[in-house]
């Protein structure tokens, strides 16, 4: 195995670790944030797509690295816009009256 | 240099993760995370020797434009099927990164590239075609019934067997085909996994699809050797576990029981008791409610589909007017994936102070003069605590019976998705208001005003 593979898997497992140690401690309240959070970074693979559709030639390579660059671009884009969306409602607001008060 | 600048956008995504474990910082958290992205595409397009910027660019606007509107216009209740929906793109990208890479080396990895290549080419294609899987039953598109095939399980195991041998001679003989047939059959295993599994389950299989979308990023990151791919990957796969296991916590099921078991539909007659119930009216409710000094709202899945939830506010605003204290009580997988009514609550505009979860509910209710159930039903079920023998016996539920009146909101007395009764409903001091979700409470609230 190449020693660039290896600190790889280094840097999988350590990242892995701090992963549950950041996430454990979220309350339930923002689970679904939290999850549309993380999954808008899961569109890391943004990376290799755009390596993949701007150095590869031939037709094969230009289909796969445009439809590469378009899911993880929905994947980024729409994760990171519906999280903010959703964090805004749960922003401290002034207190509310209701109608009528 | 790049490098370094990718390590930015790693400790970006960690910052980032961390500040979302908060009400105050989430928001902030969840813009550093965006902004290490964006550092993390930029230094992509300035290193690498672009040459196909037409693909680029076209990709960027039409998946920019297609997650953007899908974001900006999705009502919150159909949240969980978006969400499922974006796991599975971004297992599909991960797919398509590994053949492109196949593609450009024409098969010629060595061993242990091209045995991360099958695993990306597997995780991710199971991840893309389980997720739209589960974005129909959730959509309802098809049935949210568990769909059991017979010998599905066999086919199952052969399939992954087959991505297996398939992903040997791949690798041993550098044949590209090898690698695309794999992925065929693990599109294949996607669906087949997910189709046996109920609706009411959903909360485990969105967080097991999140967990794996960031596998399969971590496992291209491999492929084409980016660091940022790998952390960001596995931090998103470590999220994802968590929360699988504490979904699975909350319906006292393993991961094993929720994949393999069809679970989350009735599926015999159900032995329903024929003890009398307390019927009560609108008014009934109204009078408790009004007279009482703290009420608890415990609101399960029916509210959202009957779209109650501003509802549910109005009544909450116009109980505090008379000086009532009011408090939502949130089991864990009161909506289809975790965190989901949390959500509806704050849209309709409730303070997230009075959200209450399971350990911080049951020793109030002992202390409580109404409990208001709007549309659940296993989740404060007491045969979970009592009946050794019931199929939920030891699943964690939110004890509404220990408060002095329980109010129960529900269309009839059907059973629950578990499909066993509720003896919740036959307490002296539980009365029953047989109506949907929102026409229910909009009659309180009117029969409030006369009180």
Redesign the interface.
């Known amino acids: 195995m190449s020693d660039l593979f290896i600190a790889g898997i280094v840097v999988f497992v350590l990242a892995s670790f701090v992963g549950l140690e950041v996430i454990s401690k979220v309350p339930p309240t923002l689970h679904t944030p939290l999850m549309s959070g993380a999954n808008a970074i899961s569109g890391i693979t943004i990376v290799g797509a755009l390596v993949a559709a701007g150095t590869g030639s031939g037709t094969a390579a230009t289909i796969l690295g445009f439809l590469a660059v378009a899911a993880a671009t929905i994947n980024v884009v729409g994760g990171f816009l519906v999280t903010d969306r959703m964090l805004h409602m749960f922003q401290p607001k002034a207190p509310r009256r209701g109608k009528g008060g | 240099m790049a490098r370094l600048l990718?390590l930015a956008?790693?400790v970006a995504?960690?910052i980032?993760?961390?500040r979302?474990?908060?009400?105050?910082t989430?928001?902030g958290?969840?813009?550093i995370?965006?902004a290490g992205?964006l550092l993390?595409?930029i230094v992509?397009?300035v290193d690498?020797?672009?040459?196909?910027?037409g693909?680029?660019v076209?990709?960027?606007v039409?998946?920019?434009v297609?997650?953007?509107l899908?974001?900006?216009r999705?009502q919150?209740t159909a949240?969980p099927q978006?969400?499922a929906a974006?796991?599975g793109?971004?297992g599909?990208?991960?797919v398509?990164?590994a053949?492109?890479?196949i593609?450009?080396v024409a098969a010629a990895f060595?061993v242990?590239?091209g045995v991360v290549a099958v695993l990306t080419l597997a995780v991710g294609a199971i991840t893309f075609s389980g997720s739209f899987v589960a974005y129909a039953k959730l959509q309802g598109l098809m049935t949210g019934r568990p769909i059991v095939l017979a010998g599905g399980k066999t086919a199952n195991a052969v399939m992954a067997l087959g991505i297996a041998a398939l992903g040997v001679w791949a690798v041993a003989a550098e044949v590209a085909p090898a690698f695309w047939i794999a992925t065929a059959v693990a599109l294949i295993l996607g669906v087949f996994a997910v189709i046996p599994i109920g609706g009411a389950d959903m909360p485990v299989v969105?967080?097991l699809l999140?967990s794996l979308?960031?596998v399969?990023?971590?496992l291209?990151?491999?492929?084409?050797?980016?660091?940022?791919?790998?952390?960001?990957?596995?931090?998103?796969?470590?999220?994802?576990?968590?929360?699988t296991i504490q979904m699975g916590e909350a319906m006292n099921r393993t991961l094993a029981n929720v994949l393999f078991s069809g679970f989350g539909g009735a599926t015999g007659p159900v032995a329903m008791s024929d003890k009398p119930v307390k019927r009560a009216t609108p008014d009934d409710v109204a009078i408790s409610l009004a007279y009482a000094e703290t009420v608890v709202v415990v609101p399960g899945y029916g509210l959202a589909v009957a779209q109650a939830q501003h509802a549910v506010r109005?009544l909450a605003?116009?109980l505090?007017?008379r000086g009532v204290r009011v408090a939502y009580a949130?089991h864990?997988v009161a909506?289809r994936?975790?965190?989901?009514m949390?959500?509806l609550l704050?849209?309709a505009?409730v303070?997230?102070e009075q959200?209450l979860?399971?350990e911080q509910s049951n020793p109030r209710f002992g202390l409580t003069d109404v409990v208001l159930v709007i549309g659940a039903n296993d989740v404060v079920n007491p045969s979970a605590r009592d009946d050794a023998t019931s199929p939920i016996y030891g699943m964690p539920i939110l004890e509404v019976d220990r408060a002095r009146t329980v109010v129960v909101v529900k269309r009839s007395l059907s059973p629950g998705f578990a499909g066993i009764d509720n003896p919740l409903f036959y307490k002296d001091t539980t009365m029953m208001l047989f109506d949907d979700g929102k026409a229910a409470v909009e009659s309180i609230i009117g029969a409030l005003a006369t009180v």
């Open positions: 990718y956008a790693a995504f960690i980032g993760l961390r979302l474990g908060s009400p105050r989430a928001r958290g969840n813009r995370a965006g992205m993390a595409i992509t397009l690498q020797d672009v040459v196909g910027w693909t680029i076209a990709g960027l039409v998946g920019g297609a997650g953007g899908l974001a900006l999705v919150m949240m978006l969400v974006f796991n793109f971004g599909l990208a991960s398509l990164v053949l492109a890479e593609d450009r060595d242990e590239t969105i967080s999140n979308s960031g399969a990023a971590a291209a990151g491999f492929i084409i050797s980016n660091e940022a791919l790998i952390v960001g990957g596995a931090l998103v796969g470590a999220a994802g576990l968590i929360l109005d605003t116009q505090e007017e949130i864990p909506g994936m975790p965190g989901h949390n959500v704050a849209e505009d303070p997230y959200l979860d399971l």
